[in-house]
């Protein structure tokens, strides 16, 4: 007999009941869409075309889009390639001031040529919105108003958004047909009639940009109620901000001016009056 053979015998492990971490996120393909479609268009704003607007071109499909972004040149002007036919939803945008809010969506065929005008407007500055309540007041009824005060501009997105604007002092005006009420029993801060046409109330807005008055409507018709805003004054291109004296150059502080923007509301109406059903009215004699 030859030498002993030596063996080796290797156990299975069983995996089976090994828990494997969870790992974070989501499980993504990209898909290359191709074609030979062809979008080309001009990018106009409120003094001509725009350059450098980006323009967002997106294909809907099943629920999802394709997205595309491509840049306006000098003279406003875009060119997008190479694109698959189908349903598209193109928009325009210049963050931090234009957008164009409405997208135009049509359905492109491939292996042609398709034209879009975009119009984008300016979406950035001062917002103020006012709201009433009972709406629409009455006359020598109690109303709340309040009055919002925001900043709107323009994201990387082409989205609109309004920042609020806590601590600016806002002034109310044209109270004429109005009067100003200092608390809830009903106390005026203001006369009525002309001698409040020129009275003014001042109102911090608090931290979501909101200033709240407490008036009593004293005449029928439209309210004319305006508020007026500080708003800095940018200085032109080259002026000097600096004083210089022979001792030391003081910077001077930026310039206010004070806007007025009428409020949008509904006309005061006069008070409603209490009528009497005939079927419901008892008349009594003389003699009781």
Not at 92 to 111: H, K, M, T
């Amino acid at each position: 007999p030859g030498p002993p053979r030596s063996t080796t015998s290797t156990a299975v492990i069983d995996r089976t009941g090994i828990a494997l971490a969870p790992v974070a996120g989501a499980t993504t393909t990209s898909v290359v869409e191709r074609g030979s479609a062809r979008i080309v268009g001009l990018v106009s704003g409120p003094t001509g075309p725009v350059p450098g607007a980006t323009v967002r071109i997106e294909r809907l499909v099943a629920g999802r889009s394709v997205r595309t972004d491509v840049v306006a040149g000098g003279d406003g002007r875009f060119v997008a390639e190479g694109l698959p036919g189908g349903r598209y939803r193109v928009r325009s945008f210049a963050p931090p001031l234009l957008a164009q809010l409405e997208a135009e969506v049509r359905f492109l065929a491939d292996r042609q040529e398709h034209s879009f005008d975009l119009v984008v407007e300016d979406h950035s500055g001062l917002d103020v919105s006012a709201s009433a309540a009972p709406s629409p007041a009455q006359v020598d009824a109690p109303v709340n108003l309040v009055v919002q005060l925001g900043w709107r501009q323009v994201d990387a997105d082409g989205v609109v958004h309004t920042q609020p604007l806590p601590g600016i002092r806002i002034e109310l005006t044209g109270l004429s047909s109005w009067r100003l009420r200092s608390d809830a029993d009903g106390s005026s801060s203001t006369g009525s009639g002309a001698s409040s046409s020129v009275a003014q109330a001042a109102v911090r807005t608090d931290g979501d940009g909101l200033a709240t008055w407490q008036l009593v409507c004293v005449a029928a018709g439209e309210p004319g109620l305006a508020v007026r805003i500080p708003v800095a004054v940018t200085e032109p291109a080259g002026a000097s901000t600096t004083t210089t004296t022979s001792s030391a150059t003081a910077t001077t502080a930026p310039r206010v001016r004070m806007d007025t923007v009428a409020l949008d509301l509904p006309a005061c109406v006069p008070a409603a009056t209490t009528t009497t059903s005939p079927s419901t009215t008892t008349t009594t004699d003389s003699d009781g």
